[in-house]
């Protein structure tokens, strides 16, 4: 089964800025972030890089069911990155998830 952390890299690599701040709306939405921790993402670090980095690095350790939140929000919002992360069947309409994008609790 895939997980959020197997694919770090690449989403820290692969994820655009302006996604990254779509997807930390969501997750604020979600209350997986809180306001805090949004703000820094966005103000304490200097690239795309380094944002998508600290969003991951602070969602991963929250457990499987808000891992499993950013992944359907990455689904959901960039069919694309979803394909290249493993997270979908990549159509593009839709919220098609694989059997290997479900997290074990």
Request: proline share 3%; net charge positive; hydrophobic share 35%.
């Amino acid at each position: 089964m895939a997980s959020l952390k197997e694919k770090r890299k690449t989403f820290i690599i692969s994820v655009s800025e302006d996604m990254l701040y779509t997807l930390l709306d969501d997750l604020l939405s979600e209350e997986v972030v809180n306001q805090e921790e949004a703000e820094n993402v966005k103000k304490k670090n200097a690239t795309t890089k380094d944002k998508a980095r600290d969003l991951i690095d602070s969602v991963i350790p929250k457990g499987s069911c808000a891992s499993q939140k950013l992944i359907n929000y990455i689904c959901k919002r960039d069919s694309s990155l979803a394909y290249k992360l493993g997270f979908s069947s990549g159509k593009v309409q839709g919220f098609n998830l694989t059997p290997n994008s479900q997290l074990l609790p």
